[in-house]
């Protein structure tokens, strides 16, 4: 059934930096709501690198994308959020102190506020062009996302692609898997340059096979079970490496959806906000995290949490327009009661 939630915030995008905005609201005394499209709160922590580790967390010197998601959804426990997961927020009506939105499930938000925080809008992968592969993606065969290094163990994995990802991935599956392949079109990788001399490092003690310069050029095996990937140069060499599982690493295919059309400013399929509020255009609707933007913007999570900070504070008059807010450290006044 459809769900009818009326709420102070509506937050589009339940990814860390939507999940931090949602706390800042409810340190403010403002209720809020969290919509996904994903089936799970946490954008792509969750949805493409949960045992990643990340380094530029404060007070974290390492920290597992998943765990930081846990963190997050433990912080915003004592406010009580609903959340729709699995849904696309698909119109938006209304002007501030009223706003209504509906999701493509028949779901209906009235609020007060919106805040988007849909990282870089609806994403999935860039798949390769290769015949039969909805078979294999079908059976996991063919994945695009790394939920547990443990699925892979005693496995033979073909990596293709030469960016972060790719090179990340390889290092992390190369202690577990019984083979690891990495298939890239020329010896020089996009990755950091750090890991990208420990991948060369892992090849070098053989640990890792660089499958160089090659492309993807087809799958082998029936039923959607994996028998071996067919490489091939550019002058038509081919190669067959043994395997069960392919991992393309290609990047994501970004798209604003709906939100394109809502009278936002955009610059380069992102959402032009004024830096000191997160403020759109459109008065009452704010946008944080990857999809905004603004000169000297960083696409930093740490970044984006302070945005939702920024966002919090400049809703509070839209929703008590009669109260003064009176900024407090979160020391002195503890966590306000949902």
């Keep these: 059934m459809p769900d009818l939630i009326e709420t102070d915030v509506a937050i589009i995008g339940a ?32 949805a493409l690198y949960p045992e990643k580790p990340i380094y530029d967390i404060p007070a974290h010197p390492a920290i597992a994308a998943g765990h930081l998601i846990s963190n997050l959804e ?7 959020v609903p959340r729709l997961l699995g849904r696309r927020v698909e119109r938006l009506q209304g002007e501030a102190g009223g706003f209504v939105l509906g999701t493509d499930f028949g779901d209906e938000i009235r609020c007060k506020a919106v ?9 999935g992968p860039n798949r390769p062009p290769l015949a039969g592969l ?16 443990e699925d892979f163990r005693d496995r033979r994995v073909v990596i293709a692609g030469g960016g972060d990802s790719a090179v990340d991935w390889a290092l992390s599956l190369k202690d577990v898997a019984a083979k690891v392949y990495v298939v890239h079109r ?61 991992l393309p690493f290609f990047g994501l295919s970004m798209e604003l959806g ?46 984006g949490f302070s945005e939702g900070a920024m966002a919090a504070h400049a809703i509070h008059p839209i929703v008590h327009p009669d109260t003064a807010l009176h900024f407090e450290y979160s020391t002195s006044k503890g966590v306000p009661a949902a």
Aim: glycine share 10%; with cysteine.
């Design 15 to 46: 990814g860390p930096v939507g999940l931090f905005a949602a706390f800042e609201c409810g340190m403010l005394k403002l209720r809020s709501a969290l919509v996904d499209a994903l089936e799970e709160v946490g954008g792509q922590c969750t």
């Design 74 to 80: 433990q912080q915003i426990h004592p406010f009580d």
């Design 115 to 123: 805040v988007v925080a849909a990282g870089a809008g609806a994403f």
């Design 134 to 149: 909805p078979a294999f993606e079908a059976t996991g065969a063919v994945r695009y996302a790394c939920r547990r290094r």
């Design 186 to 246: 020329r010896a020089k990788f996009r990755a950091a340059p750090e890991t990208a001399a420990q991948l060369d490092a892992a090849a070098a003690r053989g640990e890792i096979e660089m499958v160089i310069p090659f492309q993807l050029h087809a799958l082998h095996g029936a039923g959607g079970v994996l028998q071996a990937v067919e490489v091939a140069t550019l002058d038509g060499q081919t190669r067959q490496l043994p395997a069960d599982t392919l």
């Design 258 to 303: 709906p939100i394109a059309g809502w009278g936002l400013d955009l610059e380069r399929s992102h959402v032009q906000v004024t830096p000191a509020t997160c403020e759109t255009s459109v008065p009452g609707v704010f946008a944080i995290g990857d999809i905004a933007t603004y000169p000297g913007k960083l696409k930093l999570i740490l970044q």
